[in-house]
């Protein structure tokens, strides 16, 4: 955030959410990022191209959750 300059997103210049998932445990959120973070960068790339075709700022659909 622009609160806090040394967080990723400020670091990196992260501005949108492309892409999100709900799951029902901090242990099946974990172990979903550790399995994205291996995925190839287009793996990643076809994955919010599923979900977000118009790779669009998810950020207030996100927040209605």
Known sequence: ???NATCFTARYNIHK???YEGLDSIVEAI?????I?????KWKEALVQ???PDWN???AVAQLL
């Open 1 to 3: 955030t622009k609160q």
């Open 17 to 19: 959410l492309i892409h």
């Open 31 to 35: 172990a979903r990022e550790n399995f």
């Open 37 to 41: 973070k291996g995925k190839s960068r």
């Open 50 to 52: 599923k979900m977000n």
């Open 57 to 59: 700022d998810l950020t």
